[in-house]
Every structure is written in C-alpha cells, then in structure tokens.
C-alpha cells in the first residue's frame, strides 16, 4: 500500500487502482488474497465503506472475487484483463490525442515515430 493518498482523485479510485497495479506488477498473483477493506480502513485512516466502493468495482469487472468469511482474493484472469482494460485507456488517452497534436502540427507518421524512438525529426 502507497504511504499517502491523493487529495485530487477520490479515495476509492485510488484504492481500486492500487489494487490494480499490484495486480498488473506481479505483487497480487492469482488466488492471492487481498487486503481488506478494514485493513485499508486502518492503513489511511478512512470509512471502510470507501475502501469497500474500490473493492467492490473490482469484484463488479471480474478482477476480484470473494471467499466467504475469508476475504477477497485475485482472480485466475485479473492480469491479463487489467492489461488489456489499460491498453484501450492507454489509446484513447495517450495515443489518440498525440496523434491528433501532431496533425494540427504537421508532423508526418514518420517524424513521430522517429520522435517516439527518441531521435528528432
């Protein structure tokens, strides 16, 4: 768990993208159990039911599942879900708004890629 949370993004969010990199950076396997959300309740000092809303969202997208009165734990296909979940954000984030920079710029394809590969244009 990350020392401090941000005051600019929601508390749950946090907690739900936490997981999720732990997930996705081999630090929560599969069928490994996760924290609960007392524990994060404790860990930053807020409503268990606001660690629970992140939680929960996990649970609702398949990356989560629950084990009677043991706990949450990773599912078998959480990696690979989360990976192709961030893959699609990560194009209409990142890839498309560069690519429309660079047109208003007249960057050709060629020229960003070489700028991609850390050689100038």
Same mark, same amino acid.
Request: charged fraction near 30%; charge should be neutral.
């Given at each position: 768990? #990350?020392? /401090?949370? @941000?005051?600019?993004?929601?508390?749950?969010?946090?907690?739900?993208? $936490?997981?999720?990199?732990?997930?996705?950076?081999?630090?929560?396997?599969?069928?490994?159990?996760?924290?609960?959300?007392?524990?994060?309740?404790?860990? !930053?000092?807020?409503?268990?039911?606001?660690?629970?809303?992140?939680?929960?969202?996990?649970?609702?997208?398949?990356?989560?599942? #629950?084990?009677?009165?043991?706990?949450?734990?990773?599912?078998?296909?959480? /990696?690979?879900?989360?990976?192709?979940?961030?893959?699609?954000?990560?194009?209409?984030? !990142?890839?498309?708004?560069?690519?429309?920079?660079?047109? #208003?710029?007249?960057?050709?394809?060629? @020229?960003?890629?070489?700028?991609? #590969?850390?050689? $100038?244009?």
């Amino acid at each position: 768990m #990350k020392n /401090k949370l @941000d005051d600019n993004k929601p508390i749950f969010l946090q907690i739900k993208e $936490q997981l999720e990199d732990s997930i996705i950076n081999d630090n929560l396997k599969a069928d490994e159990r996760v924290p609960s959300t007392n524990e994060f309740a404790a860990f !930053y000092k807020i409503n268990p039911a606001t660690a629970a809303k992140g939680i929960n969202e996990l649970v609702a997208e398949g990356i989560l599942f #629950k084990r009677r009165g043991v706990g949450m734990f990773v599912t078998n296909h959480a /990696k690979e879900l989360l990976i192709e979940k961030r893959k699609k954000t990560f194009v209409e984030h !990142y890839i498309l708004p560069l690519k429309e920079e660079a047109k #208003k710029l007249n960057i050709s394809e060629a @020229d960003l890629m070489n700028m991609m #590969k850390g050689e $100038q244009a």
